[in-house]
């Protein structure tokens, strides 16, 4: 099943990989503190995954446990990166992480063993 | 004033500016466009107006032009209500169906301007911290007195600035805020809105679109002034970079442009109107405003603000006019005065501003009376009809003229004392003087019509179909003299 979530709903689960089954009271409270969304936008924003089949909401105290592991949600986002940008092609992604300047040239030398691996 | 004649004189206006804006608006400043635009919306939202001899409406009354009849606050005011002597149940609703059609548009508008925003407002309060060392830095550059985030958002496509006391600038995800000089191009650019609350300019535009909803002319300035908005801060941009920055900036723009979606009315987009028309602008922004430019645009803000914001004053006032009546009460406004009239079976009773009595009025068998004021002059006439209506015209009106050539009129006049006896066409009419108050009886000792004499101690006697038998002129010393066949 393919769950499309926006930017904000990811920062709800984000809570949730880290921190394991978390009640909303404390997510509202923890991101709060990181990006400042008020207690509503919060609420509205754990609703919208609970309605996207995201989070399992689960009593006392409006536990919410995550139904969607991490690795999910970024393997989907890399293929629709690779599909958008790069032509369906994982050489043409790996062939511009390489060219990024800001890796290390330990990190390149293992990116490219990798794509030998792969071939 | 009402909701109509404000509309309609704002109008006049709104063409007024757009075709200075057709004409010259590569040649302005772009600020001359809001400041004239905010000049209708002082006029579409300001229920009065300053009267000017500079008026257009002083010039087309001057000249008798036919036109008046549509410009707005010239032609005379027709009310129309259900005539009840009784008094009327508070909250009885006797809306005539022009005003509920009003209100349910106006309510529609407003309604879908407010949902709008509240699910815009909704949607932001969701976006996210951006976390970027160059925007740090560029805030602490650009401090102002309330505070502005910068924040992110996946769910916008061009970068936007709301609320009005602590403005947000929303980035797209899509920008690269990596690349420094789009970021400060678009920053700069929000940065122009929030200074100038531009927000707050746009809710008044939009209150005014919802009032004025039935106006073609209003869309059309609320379109145009949004554009505006965006044009005078393009060029406050450019002029912040330097003119070299212009092709650069306009390139970006178009890069923008083409991660374009969906908007809401509310926000100060950053790439949201007509692009080709900003395009061009930007292009065609000269160096520095000269002092010829910017002489020339504040003689057009205060020529067409005189022109066209103001009303008609002294001659051209007494066409200013209105009335209302609600029940069996009712105002006249007549050459800028205000009256207020009762009616109380067919006799009306016409007040001043403070409540004083200027004249009472009677209606004649075909249920019309004419109301004057103090100085005997037609302010309005009320037409009670058998069905029980009333409907009031205000101002002289054509009929109301009274011919004063009285040589036309055979018969004899004589007096005595405070008495006097007139024969006019075979009727015999007395009157007695009691002050300046003058009462005709017919020759049954009815009275038929009482007359008061004006300052110059003039009275008109008529008879009982208002129809003129002589006139009464009372001395200073006492001496009455009759002028009449």
């Known amino acids: 099943m393919e769950i499309k979530l926006f930017d904000s709903e990811l920062k709800i689960m984000d809570v949730?990989?880290?921190?394991?089954?978390?009640?909303?009271?404390?997510?509202?409270?923890?991101?709060?503190?990181?990006?400042?969304?008020?207690?509503?936008?919060?609420?509205?924003?754990?609703?919208?995954?609970?309605?996207?089949?995201?989070i399992e909401r689960r009593e006392p105290n409006f536990l919410c446990h995550a139904l969607i592991p991490k690795e999910q949600v970024q393997e989907r986002e890399t293929t629709e990166l690779i599909n958008k940008v790069f032509d369906g092609s994982a050489d043409l992604l790996f062939a511009s992480l390489l060219n990024r300047k800001n890796l290390s040239s330990e990190e390149i030398e293992k990116l490219k063993q990798l794509v030998n691996h792969l071939e | 004033m009402d909701i109509m004649q404000m509309s309609l004189s704002a109008a006049v206006l709104i063409i007024a500016i757009v075709v200075i804006r057709a004409l010259a608006i590569h040649r302005l400043p772009k600020k001359t466009f809001l400041v004239l635009w905010s000049v209708a919306l002082c006029r579409l939202l300001i229920p009065f107006s300053i009267p000017s001899r500079l008026s257009i409406y002083t010039f087309i009354n001057w000249f008798g032009v036919s036109f008046k009849e549509e410009a707005a606050n010239t032609s005379p005011t027709i009310a129309y209500t259900p005539y009840i002597f009784e008094p009327i149940p508070a909250g009885a609703?006797?809306?005539?169906?022009?005003?509920?059609?009003?209100?349910?548009?106006?309510?529609?508008?407003?309604?879908?301007?407010?949902?709008?925003?509240?699910?815009?407002?909704?949607?932001?309060q969701t976006s996210l911290p951006v976390n970027n060392d160059f925007i740090t830095a560029w805030l602490q550059?650009?401090?102002?007195?309330?505070?502005?985030?910068?924040?992110?958002?996946?769910?916008?496509?061009?970068?936007?600035?709301?609320?009005?006391?602590?403005?947000?600038v929303l980035l797209p995800k899509t920008m690269d805020c990596t690349d420094e000089t789009t970021l400060r191009y678009v920053l700069t650019h929000e940065f122009e809105h929030i200074r100038r609350f531009d927000t707050l300019y746009k809710l008044l535009l939009a209150a005014a679109f919802c009032i004025h909803w039935f106006n073609p002319l209003v869309w059309v300035m609320y379109i145009l002034a949004n554009r505006d908005i965006e044009l005078s801060c393009d060029e406050a941009t450019v002029r912040t970079f330097g003119e070299t920055a212009k092709s650069t900036y306009a390139l970006m723009l178009i890069g923008l442009e083409e991660k374009k979606g969906k908007q809401s009315p509310f926000c100060t987009n950053f790439s949201k109107n007509a692009i080709e028309e900003r395009i061009v602008s930007i292009m065609k922004i000269s160096k520095k405003a000269s002092i010829f430019t910017i002489i020339t645009a504040l003689a057009v803000v205060a020529g067409v603000s005189t022109a066209f914001a103001t009303s008609a004053l002294s001659e051209a006032s007494d066409r200013m006019q209105s009335a209302s009546i609600s029940g069996n009460q009712g105002e006249i406004q007549v050459d800028g005065a205000a009256y207020h009239f009762t009616i109380n079976d067919d006799v009306i009773t016409v007040k001043d501003a403070d409540g004083k009595i200027v004249s009472t009025a009677t209606a004649d068998s075909e249920g019309t009376a004419v109301l004057k004021d103090a100085d005997d002059k037609q302010i309005g006439k009320v037409t009670l009809e058998p069905s029980g209506g009333v409907s009031v015209v205000a101002g002289a009106g054509d009929s109301a003229d009274i011919p004063n050539d009285f040589t036309e009129i055979?018969?004899?006049?004589?007096?005595?004392?405070?008495?006097?006896?007139?024969?006019?066409?075979?009727?015999?009419?007395?009157?007695?003087?009691?002050?300046?108050?003058?009462?005709?009886?017919?020759?049954?000792?009815?009275?038929?019509?009482?007359?008061?004499?004006?300052?110059?101690?003039?009275?008109?006697?008529?008879?009982?179909?208002?129809?003129q038998i002589c006139k009464v002129t009372l001395g200073a010393s006492g001496e009455i003299s009759v002028v009449a066949p």
């Open chain 1, 16 to 54: 949730l990989w880290k921190e394991g089954d978390t009640t909303a009271k404390r997510i509202s409270d923890i991101l709060k503190e990181q990006v400042g969304w008020n207690m509503n936008t919060t609420y509205t924003l754990i609703k919208r995954c609970i309605g996207k089949g995201a």
């Open chain 2, 93 to 124: 609703a006797h809306m005539p169906p022009v005003l509920i059609i009003w209100l349910i548009g106006t309510a529609a508008c407003a309604l879908f301007f407010i949902v709008t925003y509240i699910r815009c407002c909704r949607e932001f």
């Open chain 2, 141 to 168: 550059e650009h401090r102002m007195m309330r505070s502005i985030r910068i924040r992110q958002s996946d769910k916008i496509v061009s970068p936007l600035t709301y609320g009005i006391w602590h403005p947000t």
């Open chain 2, 410 to 467: 055979g018969g004899s006049v004589s007096t005595s004392g405070n008495q006097g006896e007139i024969q006019v066409d075979g009727a015999v009419y007395r009157f007695t003087i009691d002050d300046d108050v003058i009462t005709v009886k017919d020759a049954n000792g009815k009275i038929v019509s009482t007359a008061t004499a004006d300052s110059e101690g003039n009275a008109i006697l008529k008879d009982a179909d208002d129809k």
